[in-house]
């Protein structure tokens, strides 16, 4: 953006140039000559100049509305924001939507006015905020970069701390063209990466690596069952464990869902819509499976019935229950764990990055809107047809 300036204000402060206009504001005469006279070659911006930079500066967003009266989300222009020290700012080439967006929107009311969602994003870095001692930021303004969604993990590994927040709220995300977040958490995109494909990744990706990896200790050689496997987190578990070498039985539903979790590495599949989900499962894995992963939050009993003795269920999600329906006995008597998962740490996320640029898969994208459809976005993430994850492209 190109703003014009008021005709009393030199393009530069200092002592080698003219003394200002007599129609400038008596304050911003006083400002500039005190600058002439200590001598200083550095540019001093009055404060009502920054406060005009302000009211002209905006950025599109994707905002929400408290009102239910009104749409829950529409695209105005706002302020952009600054980074603080240590963090900086993403002009943001690509976005995501996941479930918790639409968790949070439909809870919207509860937020404060011109919330921005959002935990998925790739861009390149904008401005970089002033250091902060003993953390140092290898990025610089024009990096390509993808933005790790847990903010403020800590330092414990095994679950985060009292601080911990997911990007998009309380902190403003990336559903717009700018986005502030710590340095420490944007990193280089996978070159083989498009960035429709890096703005996928974050969310559902470290979902996914923490519950197979982190807690479901998976090993090469083992037999998954994957849940919602056309899901954001599903399509890319699926990924995952074939990746690391896995037997993978993905359960999902009709035969185009069924042939893209084929595509993308799996080795047998259930069709829920057909029923008896149990029973489908018992005949493609007759010797039980190591690991399961459920999103759904309704798969927990024919999971651990297709469970071997001492296998793993990993709980991540309540897609299509809030509780789940489990006989005891099928637990304690077959020694089975119980795991739950949700995002996962920074180093969680670093070790994904190296994972993906090793194997060199990448996220399933279904459809690619404009930031002003956003709203068509949103629709999207509940179609029946939707394979893989739901992009916002934040230039349009």
């Known amino acids: 953006m190109v703003m014009a300036r008021a005709p009393w204000v030199s393009s530069r402060l200092g002592p080698a140039h003219h003394d200002p206009s007599p129609l400038a504001p008596a304050c911003c005469r006083r400002t500039q000559r005190a600058v002439q006279r200590q001598g200083s070659a550095k540019p001093v911006r009055p404060p009502w100049e920054l406060e005009q930079r302000a009211q002209e500066v905006r950025m599109r967003a994707a905002v929400t509305n408290v009102d239910p009266a009104a749409p829950p989300v529409e ?28 968790m949070l929107l439909a809870a919207r009311t509860e937020e404060k006015p011109d919330t921005v969602y959002g935990a998925d994003g790739a861009g390149l870095v904008h401005e970089v905020g002033p250091p902060v001692a003993g953390h140092d930021t290898d990025v610089a303004p024009g990096d390509r970069v993808i933005i790790c969604p847990s903010l403020h993990w800590g330092e414990d590994e095994q679950a985060p701390g009292a601080s911990y927040e997911i ?52 090993k090469g050689g083992e037999t998954v069952v994957v849940g919602a496997a056309s899901s954001g987190v599903g399509s890319m578990a699926v990924q995952l464990a074939h990746a690391h070498g896995a037997r993978v039985a993905a359960v999902t539903s009709g035969p185009a869902k069924a042939a893209a979790a084929s595509a993308l590495g799996a080795d047998a599949v259930v069709d829920r819509s057909r029923g008896a989900v149990a029973e489908q499962l018992r005949a493609l894995v007759p010797e039980g499976a190591d690991l399961a992963l459920d999103p759904t939050g309704a798969l927990w009993q024919p999971f651990v019935d297709a469970l071997r003795p001492g296998g793993r269920l990993v709980a991540v999600g309540k897609m299509a229950s809030a509780t789940a329906e489990l006989r005891v006995q099928s637990v304690y008597w077959k020694q089975v764990d119980v795991l739950g998962s949700s995002m996962g740490s920074p180093r969680d996320f670093r070790d994904l990055l190296r994972h993906v640029e090793e194997h060199r898969w990448a996220p399933l994208v279904d459809s690619v809107f404009g930031l002003g459809d956003v709203a068509a976005a949103y629709a999207r993430l509940d179609a029946d047809d939707r394979i893989g994850k739901v992009v916002l492209d934040t230039t349009r």
């Open 167 to 218: 990007l998009g709220s309380p902190t403003d995300g990336t559903h717009a063209e700018l986005v502030a977040v710590p340095a420490a958490n944007v990193h280089r995109v996978p070159a083989h990466l498009s960035w429709e494909e890096a703005a996928a990744l974050p969310l559902a990706g470290l979902t996914a690596w923490r519950a197979l990896v982190t807690r479901g200790r998976l």
């Open 75 to 102: 695209v105005r222009e706002v302020p952009p924001p600054s980074p603080a020290p240590g963090w900086v700012t993403v002009r943001l080439q690509r976005a995501a939507l996941n479930r918790l967006d639409a």
